[in-house]
């Protein structure tokens, strides 16, 4: 006769694609899982707008493909590279280059559409699902009777409940203000944005001003419209653009306030911009804000002392300018459904933290670094100054640099400029300092002649 091996039970609270991520795989690897929301699931899906971008690369996709979850790199437009041009502080064009993806490809997906499927198929297979805004207070009773709770209620929700860890956490207020807004009325072809990379419209396209902030075109699958892109922009504080994205206050204002920032300060991406079209169907296609980059604790207590894990968002929130929030969350879900499916002890805060610090050593440090790095931190100018600078002389070194979105690790021992000369040197055989020598202005980049838009398809 068999001994009956009891069932440990889960509870995940926040139905992002973070959470529903981290349940679906709980239930798969043999727990009982109970996933709380403060929507249902039709709301979620379409009563919210995405929580960003969510451009995700190859190593994030393994973490998915590692819990037998669609990647959606065969549904979702494949990023290929990053073309990436860079003005100063009185416009001179100054950086170009275009990097590709080297063995890997990136994909950005609704995160209202991934929380949905997923969701669908954690109830269809049996996990618990309620429609409930979890308090502190009736967290307590949930961790009680849990085995492993975990936190994954976003930036707001929860997160009060992890001290923010004040060394990881160097920016006491956001570094830029955000506008997205996900459009249609372009393809994907070589035809697109083609004066920036041979792919075309399988690169995104980034721009940075040094005086102003950032603008982003990317491929990207939206919930309804499928096939479709994405504009993200950033705005520094103070600037003229922080003004203009204030004014955005639905899809079409927000594409309006795009489309007249691109005819006054990124005229050689104009014409696309020009044919893009707001997704008349999804009031929630926009999004304004901004993010104070923050690290908490993995750990946290209940008010009766039950250890409660975060996750997602409530354990990081990243200024997404290096595209790093949505990836962390899901390799982080992936690592600690791997761990907790093995480990045969209590699930008790010392075990949470040991599995948090090795997440943190593994991609979270680096990937707050990368961040830190494309944000302009001024710890980095000087390092950022040359890595661009190289990327612009050496395509391997362009793909490197890309790359850093992918796998943040390699730039963690990248401290000084002596150490960002010898990452130069090792990915390219080149003397750094020589290959420097030979950087030249980039002096006008070439402008778009798009001409075509997308036929609407019956
Ligand atoms: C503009 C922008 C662009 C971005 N671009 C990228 C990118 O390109 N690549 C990338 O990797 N990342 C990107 N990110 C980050 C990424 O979008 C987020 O990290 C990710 O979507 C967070 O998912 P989550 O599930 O952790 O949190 P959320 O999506 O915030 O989900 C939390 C859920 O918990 C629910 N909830 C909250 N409180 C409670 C409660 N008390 N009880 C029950 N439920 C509750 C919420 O309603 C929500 O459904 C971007 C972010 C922004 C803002």
Redesign the pocket.
């Known amino acids: 006769m068999t001994t009956p091996t009891s069932t440990r039970s889960a509870a995940v609270?926040?139905?992002?694609?973070?959470?529903?991520?981290a349940a679906l795989g709980l239930l798969d690897a043999g727990f009982e899982v109970t996933l709380?929301?403060?929507?249902d699931q039709r709301a979620?899906r379409d009563d919210?707008p995405?929580?960003?971008?969510?451009?995700?690369f190859g190593e994030?996709q393994q973490a998915e493909a590692a819990l037998g979850l669609d990647t959606y790199t065969a549904r979702a437009p494949r990023h290929t590279g990053l073309s990436v041009r860079i003005a100063g502080p009185q416009r001179e064009e100054l950086i170009q280059f275009d990097g590709h993806f080297e063995g890997y490809a990136g994909v950005?997906v609704d995160?209202r559409l991934k929380?949905d499927e997923r969701l669908t198929a954690f109830r269809e297979r049996g996990g618990r699902f309620v429609v409930?805004?979890?308090?502190p207070e009736s967290?307590d009773a949930i961790a009680a009777a849990a085995d492993l709770t975990l936190v994954?209620?976003?930036?707001?929700?929860?997160s009060d409940l992890f001290p923010v860890d004040e060394s990881r956490s160097p920016y006491t207020a956001p570094q830029r203000s955000?506008?997205?807004v996900t459009v249609t009325g372009l393809g994907h072809d070589e035809s697109v944005f083609a004066h920036r990379s041979r792919a075309g419209g399988a690169h995104s396209g980034f721009s940075i001003l040094a005086d102003q902030g950032e603008g982003w075109w990317?491929p990207y699958l939206h919930k309804d419209a499928g096939p479709s892109w994405?504009f993200?922009g950033w705005a520094r504080p103070g600037s003229e653009w922080e003004k203009r994205f204030g004014t955005a206050d639905s899809a079409e204002s927000a594409l309006r306030v795009v489309r007249d920032l691109y005819r006054d300060h990124i005229d050689w991406d104009l014409p696309e911009v020009l044919a893009a079209e707001v997704i008349a169907d999804d009031p929630h296609s926009w999004?304004?804000?901004a993010?104070r980059p923050v690290v908490r604790a993995g750990a946290g207590h209940t008010a009766g002392g039950h250890p409660v894990a975060s996750?997602?968002?409530?354990?990081?929130?990243?200024?997404?300018i290096?595209?790093?929030?949505?990836?962390?969350?899901?390799i982080q879900a992936q690592r600690l459904v791997a761990a907790a499916a093995v480990h045969d002890g209590p699930f008790d805060a010392e075990w949470i933290t040991r599995q948090y610090q090795a997440f943190l050593a593994a991609r979270g440090d680096a990937a707050n670094r990368v961040t830190r790095l494309f944000l302009g931190d001024p710890e980095f100018a000087d390092i950022g100054g040359n890595l661009f600078a190289a990327a612009a002389v050496d395509p391997r070194f362009a793909s490197a640099l890309v790359g850093l979105?992918h796998r943040p690790a390699p730039f963690q021992r990248v401290d000084s400029l002596d150490t960002a000369g010898q990452f130069i040197t090792e990915v390219t055989g080149e003397d750094a300092a020589a290959l420097l020598a030979s950087f030249e202005p980039a002096g006008r980049f070439s402008r778009s002649t798009f001409t075509g838009s997308l036929t609407a398809t019956t």
């Open positions: 609270i926040g139905a992002g694609q973070t959470g529903v991520t709380y929301s403060d929507r979620l919210v995405a929580t960003g971008t969510a451009l995700e994030t950005a995160t929380a409930e805004q979890i308090t967290l994954a209620t976003g930036r707001g929700g929860l955000l506008l997205t990317g994405a993200l999004l304004k804000g993010v996750l997602g968002d409530t354990s990081a929130a990243y200024d997404p290096a595209g790093q929030g949505a990836q962390s969350g899901l979105l």
